[in-house]
Nanobody, 126 residues
């Protein structure tokens, strides 16, 4: 079983920055993604990266503000969040997919991931 340990959540003012980390217990497969969920809302795709580094894709809501990256040697994925807005407030989850989908867009769906972290709260204040 692959364990995903997240860290970096907390309180940040609007316009500020925060970096989330997700450390895996070992190799996780093909791709790593970030999702978020606000109270009363569905889990929302944020970003995904293949371990190969050949494909990266962002949700329109975070494009230009967030950056996903990975450290293969450390089995760790990061989410750098800049220019944070109030609507970014949510629990953020990292996830790992073991399936080699032909399209990067397949990784925008939660059912296509096999392992999930516990989630970390990010709260953006005014």
């Amino acid at each position: 079983q692959v364990q995903l340990v997240e860290s970096g959540g907390g309180l940040v003012q609007a316009g500020g920055s925060r970096r989330l980390s997700c450390a895996a217990s070992g190799p996780t497969g093909i791709a790593m993604g970030w999702f978020r969920q606000a109270p009363g809302k569905e889990r929302e795709f944020v970003a995904v990266i293949r371990w190969s580094g050949y494909n990266i894709y962002y949700a329109d809501s975070v494009k230009g503000r967030f950056t996903i990256s990975r450290d293969v040697a450390k089995n760790t994925v990061y989410l750098q969040m800049n220019s944070l807005k109030l609507e970014d407030t949510a629990v953020y989850y990292c996830a790992a997919s073991r399936t080699d989908y032909s399209s990067i867009y397949s990784y925008t769906g939660p059912p296509n991931y096999d392992y999930w972290g516990q989630g970390t709260q990010v709260t953006v204040s005014s």
